[in-house]
């Protein structure tokens, strides 16, 4: 006769610990984990008073619905857990349900070490983020923790955000660094707020593509536009054309070009923005065009030192936060010139270093260059990326093609 095993039944509840009242008058919420008439409480990161935490244990709660479904999610991950063990002992629930004890941590704490984490690896605009993103939701909700993070606090956000004229794509950008330091700290997936929307998760918004192309046209008007010799106007707009004749190539990229990068008549570079994220980093190949060399010789540093830069910008030694700052300032330059040129020619568009990025894919694009080039090109890490970026580029494409059905009405 075979023995049965005997499933140990564990019962689980979201428990008020009246026995200790606080400062401010509130009681620690605890899940409460019964077995065998043992009883063991599990904290949580919230303190409510006798009302609000019944408040939080109605079916359908009309305040404090946020904590209520934190509290939910505490109480089912600990259920699926019995539910999983072949023999409920509390030393094997325990090891298994604390392994989620940073959902209490501090989502300000956390991003201002990743922060600093970014700081030293030199990666201070990201840094910046992180540090910019704590401060906004601190704002909105002060000492919040990751237990606080659902997708309804996360809608509150967003909202919040657009009603205070902040940009949907400041939000996507926030909450990107959020979503982070959440993989970082590996906070259970029972709590884990962020994906696909019919799953009823929290999908992070990405900005409007808004298109920042110029034709062929507009573009030759700008590199024949007769700016004043050795001004910084004559220097943007052949910084700008440099950009657009070399890849698409960004503002960071470009201050940290060096000698060494020619090599024939190719100008290789690796990506700031991608080099630390792959363990192969893409080195992007330029074809050195006579225009290319021109603004070389014209505004480059004469050497013959490999390690020298190209053009006289940054420097050795320099450090990322003061390398930062060049890079802005040569930004702001190449803009602000670059918008006035653009409103002198009677372009339409206020145009910036990043058109000439998007100049470059939709000019390739439209002259019928394969996608898989233009994405090698751009040093996209897969054509998909390409794809996307070049998506509003089609629809252009679309209306300008089909303008022939109607061509004799």
Same mark, same amino acid.
């Given at each position: 006769?075979?023995?049965?095993?005997?499933?140990?039944?564990?019962?689980?509840?979201?428990?008020?610990?009246?026995?200790?009242?606080?400062?401010?008058?509130?009681?620690?919420?605890?899940?409460?984990?019964?077995?065998?008439?043992?009883?063991?409480?599990?904290?949580?990161?919230?303190?409510?008073?006798?009302?609000?935490?019944?408040?939080?244990?109605?079916?359908?709660?009309?305040?404090?619905?946020?904590?209520?479904?934190?509290?939910?999610?505490?109480?089912?991950?600990?259920?699926?857990?019995?539910?999983?063990?072949?023999?409920?002992?509390?030393?094997?629930?325990?090891?298994?349900?604390?392994?989620?004890?940073?959902?209490?941590?501090?989502?300000?704490?956390?991003?201002?070490?990743?922060?600093?984490?970014?700081?030293?690896?030199?990666?201070?605009?990201?840094?910046?983020?992180?540090?910019?993103?704590?401060?906004?939701?601190?704002?909105?909700?002060?000492?919040?923790?990751?237990?606080?993070?659902?997708?309804?606090?996360?809608?509150?956000?967003?909202?919040?955000?657009?009603?205070?004229?902040?940009?949907?794509?400041?939000?996507?950008i926030y909450?990107?660094?959020?979503?982070?330091?959440?993989?970082?700290?590996?906070?259970?997936?029972?709590?884990?707020?962020?994906?696909?929307?019919?799953?009823?998760l929290y999908?992070?918004?990405?900005?409007?593509?808004?298109?920042?192309?110029?034709?062929?046209?507009?573009?030759?008007?700008?590199?024949?536009?007769?700016?004043?010799?050795?001004?910084?106007?004559?220097?943007?707009?052949?910084?700008?054309?440099?950009?657009?004749?070399?890849?698409?190539?960004?503002?960071?990229?470009?201050?940290?070009?060096?000698?060494?990068?020619?090599?024939?008549?190719?100008?290789?570079?690796?990506?700031?923005?991608?080099?630390?994220?792959?363990?192969?980093?893409?080195?992007?190949e330029v074809?050195?065009?006579?225009?290319?060399?021109?603004?070389?010789?014209?505004?480059?540093?004469?050497?013959?030192?490999?390690?020298?830069?190209?053009?006289?910008?940054?420097?050795?030694?320099?450090?990322?936060? !003061? +390398?930062? #700052? /060049?890079?802005?300032? &040569? @930004?702001?330059?190449?803009? =602000? $010139?670059?918008? %006035?040129?653009? !409103? +002198?020619? #009677? /372009?339409?568009?206020? &145009? @910036?270093?990043?058109?000439? =990025? $998007?100049?470059? %894919?939709?000019?390739?694009?439209?002259?019928?260059?394969?996608?898989?080039?233009?994405?090698?090109?751009?040093?996209?890490?897969?054509?998909?990326?390409?794809?996307?970026?070049?998506?509003?580029?089609?629809?252009?494409?679309?209306?300008?093609?089909?303008?022939?059905?109607?061509?004799?009405?």
């Open positions: 006769m075979k023995n049965k095993t005997i499933k140990i039944k564990a019962n689980v509840a979201a428990y008020l610990d009246s026995r200790r009242v606080l400062k401010d008058g509130t009681y620690p919420v605890k899940i409460r984990v019964t077995s065998q008439r043992k009883r063991v409480y599990y904290p949580t990161p919230y303190n409510l008073t006798i009302s609000d935490f019944a408040e939080t244990q109605k079916k359908k709660p009309k305040h404090f619905i946020e904590i209520a479904e934190s509290l939910q999610d505490f109480e089912r991950k600990a259920n699926d857990i019995i539910k999983k063990l072949p023999v409920f002992t509390f030393d094997l629930f325990e090891n298994l349900y604390l392994e989620n004890r940073g959902a209490s941590d501090s989502i300000k704490f956390a991003l201002e070490q990743y922060a600093n984490e970014l700081r030293s690896e030199k990666r201070v605009g990201t840094a910046i983020i992180c540090e910019s993103a704590a401060k906004s939701l601190e704002s909105f909700k002060p000492d919040l923790k990751f237990a606080d993070i659902t997708k309804r606090f996360l809608v509150k956000y967003e909202n919040w955000m657009l009603e205070n004229e902040r940009s949907i794509n400041t939000v996507g909450l990107r660094a959020l979503r982070t330091v959440f993989n970082l700290a590996k906070i259970d997936k029972s709590l884990y707020p962020f994906g696909e929307e019919s799953k009823g999908s992070i918004p990405n900005g409007k593509n808004i298109k920042k192309s110029l034709t062929m046209e507009n573009i030759a008007k700008i590199y024949h536009y007769k700016a004043n010799t050795k001004t910084d106007e004559a220097m943007a707009k052949d910084y700008w054309i440099f950009l657009y004749l070399c890849n698409g190539m960004n503002v960071k990229d470009f201050c940290l070009l060096k000698r060494k990068n020619i090599e024939g008549k190719l100008l290789k570079f690796e990506r700031a923005k991608t080099k630390r994220s792959r363990k192969e980093s893409k080195t992007i074809s050195l065009k006579p225009q290319t060399l021109e603004i070389i010789k014209k505004w480059g540093t004469p050497s013959i030192s490999p390690e020298s830069y190209i053009f006289p910008h940054l420097y050795k030694g320099v450090t990322a936060v !003061k +390398e930062r #700052e /060049i890079v802005q300032k &040569v @930004t702001y330059i190449i803009n =602000r $010139h670059m918008r %006035a040129i653009s !409103k +002198e020619l #009677e /372009i339409g568009i206020s &145009v @910036t270093s990043y058109f000439a =990025r $998007h100049s470059f %894919a939709s000019i390739l694009k439209r002259s019928g260059t394969n996608v898989s080039f233009i994405s090698d090109a751009l040093g996209h890490s897969s054509v998909s990326t390409t794809e996307s970026y070049l998506g509003g580029f089609e629809e252009e494409a679309i209306h300008k093609t089909t303008d022939a059905l109607t061509a004799g009405f």
